[in-house]
């Protein structure tokens, strides 16, 4: 299993909207449903925004949102906030009941 | 509401092994999977295992494949991942996390740094 591909980095202005791509596989990312991304600020635990690609559980802000087209996902935070500077890790069931996680991407709100 | 409490932070040798527990309360143990996950310092989430906590069924990645075994004691509402054979690439925090409501990575312990040295 190899990780998901995402970019080191990505930036944007309060306000502004930012979009991270998670590219993977068909036996992965584009084969299956169950893409979720988390939210990850420095010495913390992560914290799940999206899952099933486009869901948001309870208490996530509609200003995190997910999509995905074929091998790749994304993740769209719109109206940029400073507590939205963070990493953020997206995950894909990678069939025969494992996971795979990206490499990561820092989000940095200038 | 949900709580995963880990151990506390763990310093081995060299080709050690390492025992982390994840007590977990505010839901029923048995109902949900827990996975185990590991971050080196300053990388990435690194996905390690589960296990069904119902019937003790595990899946590892294949790359901790005959180092990882993650049990669970449901008298205890605790799952324990023991890591063998440890070297110094092994230096990371692990964390526990549990599948629900949303058969996701829904909540997260707190993160057990184990150092290898």
């Known amino acids: 299993q190899s990780a998901l591909t995402q970019p080191r980095s990505v930036s944007g202005s309060p306000g502004q909207s930012v979009t991270i791509s998670c590219a993977g596989t068909?036996?992965?990312?584009?084969?299956?449903?169950?893409v979720s991304w988390n939210q990850q600020h420095p010495g913390k635990a992560p914290k799940l925004v999206i899952y099933?690609?486009?869901k948001r559980p309870s208490g996530v802000p509609d200003r995190f949102s997910g999509s995905k087209s074929g091998n790749t996902a994304s993740l769209t935070i719109s109206g940029l906030q400073a507590e939205d500077e963070a990493d953020y890790y997206c995950?894909?069931?990678?069939?025969?009941?494992?996971?795979?996680f990206g490499g990561g991407t820092k989000l940095t709100v200038l | 509401q949900v709580q995963l409490v880990q151990s506390g932070a763990e310093v081995q040798k060299p080709g050690a092994s390492v025992n982390v527990s994840c007590k977990a309360s505010?839901?029923?143990?048995?109902?949900?999977?827990l996975h185990w996950v590991r971050q080196a310092p300053g990388q990435g989430l690194e996905w390690m295992g589960w296990?069904?906590?119902?019937?003790?069924?595990?899946k590892y990645s294949q790359k901790f494949q005959g180092r990882v075994t993650v049990t669970r004691d449901t008298s205890a509402n605790t799952a324990y991942m023991v890591l063998s054979s440890l070297r110094s690439e092994d230096t990371a925090v692990y964390f526990c996390?549990?599948?629900?409501?949303?058969?996701?990575?829904?909540?997260w312990g707190q993160g057990t740094m184990v150092t290898v040295s």
């Open positions: 995950c894909s069931y990678a069939g025969s009941y494992t996971w795979v």
């Open positions: 505010g839901y029923t143990f048995t109902n949900y999977a």
């Open positions: 068909s036996s992965d990312v584009g084969g299956y449903k169950y």
């Open positions: 996390a549990l599948a629900a409501p949303n058969d996701a990575f829904d909540s």
């Open positions: 296990i069904n906590p119902g019937n003790g069924d595990t």
């Open positions: 099933d690609v486009t």
